[in-house]
């Protein structure tokens, strides 16, 4: 058991892609499925977005603040968390597994502040752990309008976890992405 919170962001408009990225569907799953399941260990799981959509079955909380950007994903969870450790995991990651949270997790430390993989060349800020401490920061850097995630880890002690180039961190964007990223888990699960 991760003795953690997960908190999965579906607040974007996904206006590149056209439609809300969470519902599409990869190999008979919905991506908030296969990222609701690579979270199966959390001793909490919430989505995060801007609105409760209808049909949804699992823990929602509603987006505190009204700018559009995943540090607000990170404020809502911070402030709304019963953890000290807190994953932020965005639905633009739909290959994210177990195991990669897994090793995010015993990476961990008393005196950090965030765990972070770097992956495919960049800091992945949407699928790392956050300890509770760090909500002045983030509220100072939204009470300044600093919405960068990349900002605001520059300023943590962080634990970088280096995945290299690694396909699990593709990150979905477009409806061209998803497409790419279909036929890869198609021809991976053929082999």
């Avoid at 995943?70 to 177990?98: E, M």
Wanted: charged share 25%.
């Amino acid at each position: 058991m991760i003795q953690a919170s997960a908190f999965i962001l579906i607040g974007g408009k996904s206006e590149r892609f056209g439609s809300p990225k969470w519902q599409a569907v990869i190999e008979g799953k919905s991506i908030l499925d296969r990222t609701w399941d690579a979270c199966i260990d959390f001793e909490h799981r919430f989505v995060i977005g801007k609105k409760k959509p209808e049909d949804l079955k699992i823990p929602f909380i509603q987006d505190e603040l009204e700018i559009q950007a995943p540090i607000n994903g990170l404020y809502t969870a911070l402030k709304y968390t019963t953890t000290d450790w807190n994953l932020l995991l965005s639905c633009d990651l739909p290959l994210i597994s177990n195991n990669i949270l897994q090793k995010l997790w015993i990476a961990r430390s008393h005196d950090t502040d965030a765990i972070v993989p770097l992956a495919n060349d960049k800091a992945q800020g949407t699928c790392a752990f956050y300890h509770k401490k760090i909500f002045p920061f983030v509220e100072s850097a939204i009470h300044n309008a600093n919405y960068s995630l990349y900002s605001l880890i520059d300023k943590l002690d962080s634990i970088n976890i280096k995945f290299g180039n690694d396909k699990r961190f593709w990150n979905m964007n477009t409806k061209k992405d998803y497409e790419e990223i279909s036929r890869y888990v198609s021809i991976k699960r053929n082999r």
